[in-house]
């Protein structure tokens, strides 16, 4: 089993930053990807971003390409989301993610792929 918690959140103007951390513990050599997702009110989980763990690709969804950044320090076990020119649209609460072995692209963009989630962070853009 893996544990995540997250940290970072918090309320921004719109056009600012924000960096999200994901730490990782426990059975963490069998992590295979580790991603992020976000909720906003009244909406359905939304995929964000995820790092593939056996070559290190990186997929985003289109809604944050250009804008947000995924990375990763295999030393500290953690997976950090640089978020810059925020939008009030990216307001939702943000979740870290984590899953067991190696899939393909498409199927790391399902939140159903994953078996381990944090506790979950919000992000406010005020406008």
């Known amino acids: 089993q893996v544990q995540l918690v997250e940290s970072g959140g918090g309320l921004v103007q719109a056009g600012g930053s924000l960096r999200l951390s994901c730490a990782a513990s426990g059975r963490t050599f069998s992590v295979g990807a580790m991603g992020w997702f976000c909720q906003a009110p009244g909406k359905e989980h939304e995929f964000v971003a995820t790092i593939r763990w056996a070559d290190n690709n990186i997929y985003y969804g289109d809604s944050v390409k250009g804008r947000f950044t995924i990375s990763r320090d295999k030393v500290k076990n953690t997976v950090y989301l640089q978020m810059n020119s925020l939008k009030p649209e990216d307001t939702a609460v943000y979740y870290c993610?984590?899953?067991?072995?190696?899939?393909?692209?498409?199927?790391?963009?399902?939140?159903?792929?994953?078996?381990?989630w944090g506790q979950g962070t919000q992000v406010t853009v005020s406008s």
């Open positions: 993610a984590t899953r067991g072995g190696t899939t393909t692209s498409q199927a790391l963009r399902s939140m159903n792929q994953y078996d381990a």
